[in-house]
Structures are given as C-alpha cells and as structure tokens.
C-alpha cells in the first residue's frame, strides 16, 4: 500500500510542472531594506514593502537593468518581476545608503 501512495505522489508530482515564481518580501524602514541582499531566479517577483513613516523610492542604477519604481509613500507596497538573469543593486535616492543587492540565476 506505502508503494502504491508513493508512485501516486511522483504522478502528481510530474503533472504539477515546473515550480511556480517565488516571491522575495522586501521592506523598507529605518532607511534600509531588509534584507539587504536576494537571491532569486528569473520569473520570481521582489515585492517591496514600505513600512516606514518616510517615503522610499525604489531605484535600480545598473546598466542594462536600469528602472526607476518611483516614490512610494508609507503604507505602500510594489512589485519587481525579475526577467533576465544577472546581478544588479536597488538604491532609494531619498535616502543614500539605502541599497540593496539582487542577484537573478536563470
């Protein structure tokens, strides 16, 4: 009977397909992310959470990945779908040493 539930569960398993997107909590306060760096896979989504009482703004300089999310006030939350892989920094220019190191595997 255990073999019969296990070859039951490898069935499921395989029709399931590929696993789903991961999504990677990032917040915002005391001017700083936290976490301060995420590993991720392309399709996973980086959603930021501004749990501050200031704004923050969610800004990526590096070439090639470069995108501004703009403002967000406090209370508020966005979303980053990461698309290619590499390795690329998120800085809020509200507030300098605010960074955040974001590494996307294929």
């Not at 997107?21 to 995420?38: K, L, T």
Request: aromatic content about 6%; some cysteine; hydrophobic content about 50%.
């Amino acid at each position: 009977m255990k073999r019969l539930g296990w070859a039951m569960s490898a069935v499921l398993l395989a029709a399931a397909g590929p696993a789903a997107a991961a999504e990677h909590v990032v917040r915002m306060a005391g001017n700083a992310y936290e976490p301060a760096a995420v590993e991720a896979k392309v399709g996973d989504v980086i959603r930021f959470v501004n749990d501050d009482a200031d704004w923050h703004e969610v800004f990526v300089p590096t070439a090639g990945f470069a995108l501004d999310l703009g403002k967000q006030e406090q209370g508020t939350e966005t979303t980053l779908t990461l698309t290619r892989p590499g390795t690329f920094e998120v800085e809020c220019v509200h507030h300098l040493p605010m960074l955040l190191a974001v590494e996307v595997e294929p």
